[in-house]
């Protein structure tokens, strides 16, 4: 499966309280249930109004449908093509 990182803008999220941030997570969840296997949720960094989460999954299509059912949008999905790190300057 592809890796992507899909920002969403979701006005007001990062004013969220963790109770409100789990019951986000549960409907994605639940969609991600129906979607399986095609699709897993890594996780996801709140920051102000967007959230920005990394996936796995077999086509971009499928983080549409995602989207779509669970009511948050994909606003930008970008396929991941390399991951670097502090250790990469040691290669």
Not at 40 to 69: M, P
Not at 75 to 90: C, F, L, R
Request: proline letters at 5%.
């Amino acid at each position: 499966m592809q890796k992507y990182i899909i920002e969403r803008d979701l006005p007001g999220i990062g004013d969220m309280t963790q109770a409100e941030l789990c019951g986000a997570a549960g409907k994605s969840n639940d969609v991600l249930a129906r979607l399986s296997p095609n699709i897993q949720w890594q996780h996801s960094y709140v920051a102000g109004n967007k959230t920005f989460c990394v996936y796995l999954a077999k086509s971009e299509a499928d983080i549409r449908k995602h989207a779509e059912l669970s009511g948050f949008p994909a606003t930008t999905i970008t396929p991941v093509k390399t991951m670097i790190d502090p250790t990469t300057a040691n290669a």
